[in-house]
């Protein structure tokens, strides 16, 4: 007597709707559908592979011609619903699009469909990887499937829609089925495990559940080998071995190592990783998976949806990256994501690994912008309270000598400089040069403004760098900015007038209009630039190989740019 072992993927097959795993979005408009009499008469299913697709058909198909139906939730008691479980329904037809590709089976297809089912309401074709069909093939099907009859329908299967054509696409109501996660998947095997008297732990189940990428029908199959190959109660180590997969702490191992900077330690596991014949490729897309996961970790946003992994291991994620930045964990994934190209076509990839983690190990990690400004907050702050002076501003003029500026001196300093600098108007029309004793104190006055700008708006201070204060009366400062227009609009800037207004007001003890001046050039300045320009430009014409280029081409020229480097 010949008996067949029934794999797990077939034994435990969904009968209904309800028993499909993580595609409610799907089943839940077939039912609708099903109950409002409203089901489009061509279906196109795609996703990954053993997401459901062709069980959704079938379960479909039951729906639609089971006894008591249609109806969204088939008996499965009735003969119909019975064949269609087995695969022998005469009215269900299940064509495997890769091997039935040619436009004669398409014409042999459009000839059957003109003549009714033979005890069912619905003659049903499900086309599995519809998108192996011929362009012929499918122009050949564009007018039967834009009006078929009405006892007809068309299920379509494909993992790869984008081959099939737009004209066959707009005559089909399309469903997107998803991948499964790891928790759903693990909770299924689960309950097959119990059903099937199989002792097998939780973390067993994970492993094969995130091997099987998303696939249900991948993750029971290895379900089925590891049950074959174990004897007594199935643990992690035992599947490791069975499925040649590499342990999650190895992972966890080379992350602590590459995190403290254990060279040494890496370069030992990968030896030991190798040795037991691990594929290397494969490692490397584990650990870009890894530390992709310590980033969104480190982010700390949706982290249970994000991160596809029992709360123990992202427990120990967190634990992981606490004294790490999230800036050199990108840093590490960059450099992952640049060696895979590299890696999978190299012919000694752990050599590639290996020199991988040695370039891994040259990058210094990077601080965060808004670390970096706190921590010159902070020293700019130290300073300021051990008393350290801080470096006086860049002066115009050479030959004024180096002033620091004390705030207990400038204190006493400034009833002097306003005494000698600024004195009363005798007159109005007295110009506002005659405040002022010497003419040099105004570049003295200048330093000990800009060295109290330095201390409190350094990026001020930078601006006022090549400035100087040109004329100084009662309630009137003129400062000549000799910079770039950026130097001069930021200087403008309200907030900025408001600050020297401010700090003028508390050096003088007076409130002053603050001007502006831009330093305008001299018009034999300006000359000497043109002229210059001049010489350089016909230097270029006179140039043998331009005149050889306009020779060869017949050309003119239209005009000499002039880089700025040329004329300085």
Not at 433 to 460: C, F, H, Q, R, V
Not at 489 to 513: A, E, P, T
């Amino acid at each position: 007597m010949i008996m067949s072992y029934l794999v797990l993927a077939r034994k435990y097959r969904p009968q209904t709707f309800e028993q499909v795993v993580s595609q409610k979005h799907v089943t839940r408009t077939l039912g609708n559908a099903i109950s409002s009499g409203k089901v489009a008469h061509a279906l196109l299913f795609s996703g990954p592979r053993g997401t459901g697709k062709t069980t959704v058909a079938r379960i479909l198909a039951k729906a639609m011609n089971c006894k008591s139906g249609p109806i969204p939730v088939p008996c499965n008691e009735c003969s119909l619903c019975i064949e269609i479980s087995s695969g022998n329904a005469a009215d269900v037809f299940e064509i495997d699009g890769a091997s039935n590709n040619g436009v004669e089976q398409i014409r042999e297809l459009r000839e059957n469909i003109r003549y009714m089912p033979v005890h069912s309401l619905y003659k049903i074709y499900i086309i599995d990887e519809v998108h192996m069909l011929s362009i012929a093939a499918f122009n050949a099907l564009l007018k039967t499937l834009e009006e078929p009859p009405p006892h007809v329908m068309f299920v379509f299967a494909t993992t790869e829609p984008d081959k099939i054509p737009v004209t066959i696409l707009s005559r089909c109501q399309r469903h997107d089925f998803r991948r499964i996660e790891s928790k759903s998947i693990a909770k299924q095997m689960k309950l097959i495990c119990s059903k099937e008297n199989i002792s097998i732990t939780e973390e067993s189940l994970w492993l094969i559940a995130r091997e099987a990428d998303g696939s249900m029908r991948d993750a029971l199959s290895l379900l089925d080998q590891v049950i074959i190959c174990s004897e007594g109660p199935i643990t992690g180590e035992r599947i490791l071995d069975i499925l040649g997969l590499v342990d999650r702490k190895i992972i966890f191992d080379i992350s602590n190592a590459v995190l403290s900077g254990n060279i040494a330690e890496i370069i030992d596991i990968l030896n030991k990783i190798y040795n037991r014949g691990y594929d290397m490729k494969k490692l490397h897309a584990n650990l870009m998976e890894h530390f992709r996961n310590l980033f969104i970790v480190k982010i700390g946003k949706k982290v249970s949806e994000l991160v596809d992994f029992p709360d123990l291991e992202i427990n120990l994620m967190i634990e992981q990256t606490k004294e790490i930045s999230a800036a050199y964990i990108n840093q590490i994934l960059l450099l992952l994501a640049e060696e895979s190209e590299l890696l999978r076509f190299d012919s000694q990839p752990k050599l590639a690994l290996e020199m991988m983690f040695i370039k891994m190990f040259q990058i210094k990690p990077v601080l965060p912008i808004d670390l970096l400004i706190e921590k010159l907050d902070s020293m700019k702050q130290e300073i300021s309270e051990t008393g350290v002076k801080s470096a006086p501003v860049v002066n115009a003029d050479p030959a004024c000598p180096e002033i620091r500026c004390d705030t207990q001196k400038d204190e006493k300093n400034v009833q002097t400089v306003s005494k000698k600098s600024v004195g009363p108007l005798e007159t109005e029309n007295q110009p506002d040069s005659s405040a002022l004793d010497k003419g040099e104190n105004l570049d003295l006055t200048w330093k000990k403004i800009t060295g109290i700008i330095s201390k409190k708006y350094p990026s001020l201070a930078s601006n006022l760098a090549r400035s100087r204060l040109i004329n100084l009366a009662e309630k009137r400062m003129d400062i000549e900015v000799n910079g770039s227009d950026f130097n001069l609009k930021m200087i403008k800037r309200n907030k900025n007038i408001s600050i020297l207004k401010n700090i003028c007001s508390q050096f003088f003890g007076n409130d002053f209009d603050i001007v502006i001046n831009a330093k305008i050039k001299s018009s034999f300045d300006n000359q000497q630039k043109k002229t210059e320009e001049n010489k350089i430009k016909q230097k270029a014409l006179n140039h043998p190989l331009v005149a050889d280029s306009i020779e060869i081409f017949n050309g003119t020229v239209v005009s000499v740019k002039i880089l700025q480097e040329e004329i300085k």
